[in-house]
């Protein structure tokens, strides 16, 4: 269980980010971002495989059909990926796998687990998605968790190209994007030799192209959450989420739950384990203890303070205790993904797998990921054009996420004064979303805008829909908004010398996710210094991409 005592202020340091944020972390990968998109040095190398890709069937651009994450005759064809592994010669056979599942914080916890075994001098392989600007983040290899070169992944394109062609002759173009990028990173792992993969599902589990894991290959399973997201593509009820998502247990392998679950949820997984005699390994069970202490910085660097307490004697006795863990993700439910990754670490030392309490912490310690709670540098911020600005990005698009991020808010910057960004996918919750960012107390303006989802269009929501979507929500909780148009604003501001017009909450459309960013910072401005100011850029990973590839 997560209980929160804050001890301690954290605006005082909203000048910083983690240790590798920004430019300096995107120049880490290989790609150098500027205002007229992204130029990367190696991605000149894989514009083949990227075409490639491409010319597949993508449901990150299209969408999901409906039913296709259900173990049911409308779920995708596993047996596709099968057989296309086997053509490949079964790679994914020759490493132990850990593989995380859930609607929120896989990737979070995929990340945490990973760094975990790396600071105990493992190779470990991790394949995660989406990305935020180059391919090649999805996939790292090694003992320091880089993403993987162009030129490896361009080698085993060109030695594997035939069997590609060969696959998506007989699958009668029915193979995807996602499929041919899975089967690219169980090869690249078998070839770095990793001592452990760590695979997140891409949709649900059980049809989910990641999953051709046999059990005997398997180390663990891990399930984070179990929310409703995807619902038409999983079956249309959180009970059906959760049967799709309990697919990847296998028969005699543990399973780590994180939690925590509506009763009946957790029912159905516990059940599911019960029937393939699997162990459970509960992060939320009663004698654990995850606690947020309070929020600073290291060298700039913001961290939260906490203590994370685990014992478990059912199924298996694991215990540790972890105090004053300094966790560069933020939030009680990042919390709660440390938690989960500390009882998968334990679940592996159990199996005979050498791993030490202080790798434990320091894997955690080390975790960062590009687009959760995010703090800009103020050099990052200056290059926006937004002097003096606290902008934070996350990537949160679903009410669960959306509330985690309110919370962090409220934890992190009680005062503040707020102004969110926000452009979103079509397929998703957007009025329960907005519920969770307008029960934020303090929010000055709302900027409703748009970009790209994967590069296309197709499941952009619109500025119409976004501000119908938050005008009701606004409606159901007593919300004022005074709309304006931005030039109309930008007016209204000169003529009120450097004074705000109004003391409602502002809801803009815009076109520009950089240019609602710059009038958000005018009107934080226009309100005076009193309180802290912080601007929220949200809705999607595409939207966070968008501005960190203009600095």
Known sequence: MIFSRIVG?????HKSLFA??????????GIKCNFSGVISEEESELKEFNDYLNNLKNHEKSGVPKGAGTDSDDGFDLGRMK????????????????????????????????????????????YTSPHIKTIRERITVGKLGNPVSAKAVNSLFQRIKVVLD?????????LSHFEVLTAVAFNLFAEENVHIAVIEAGL?????????ISSSDLAASVITTISEEHLAALGGSLESIAV????????????????????????????KA????????????????????????????????????????????LSIELCDVKLRLLGLHQLQNAATATCAALCLRHQGWRISDESIRTGLESTQLLGRSQFLTSVEAKSLGLLGATILLDGAHTKESAKALADMIQLTYPDAKLVFVVAMASDKDHQAFARELLAVKQVNAIFLTEVSIAGDQFRTASLSLLRDRWIQASNELGVTFSEYGVEEYNELLKNQSGQSADQTTLLFSSHQVLESMRIGGKILESNGTDRPGLIVVTGSLHTVSSVLCAI
């Open 83 to 126: 057989r296309l592994m086997q053509s490949l010669g079964n790679p994914q056979s020759k490493y132990k796998v850990i593989h995380v599942a859930g609607t929120k914080g896989k990737g979070s916890t995929a990340a945490f687990v990973s760094n975990i075994l790396r600071a105990e001098g493992y190779s470990v392989g991790c």
């Open 9 to 13: 202020s954290f605006h005082r340091h």
């Open 20 to 29: 590798t944020g920004g430019r300096k972390y995107l120049n880490g990968l």
């Open 204 to 212: 649900g589990g059980a049809r989910d192209a990641t999953n051709i």
């Open 166 to 174: 060969q696959a998506v002759q007989l699958e009668h173009g029915h």
């Open 274 to 317: 019960s029937s393939m005699c699997s162990p459970v390994i509960s992060a939320s069970d009663f004698g654990n203890k995850s606690i947020i202490k309070g929020f600073s910085n290291v060298s700039g660097i913001p961290f939260q303070l906490s203590d994370i307490i685990l014992d478990i004697v059912k199924d298996f006795q």
């Open 244 to 271: 799709a998502k309990s697919g990847i247990i296998k028969h005699g392998c543990p399973v780590v739950l994180g939690g925590p679950y509506l009763p009946h949820i957790e029912l159905i997984l516990r059940n």
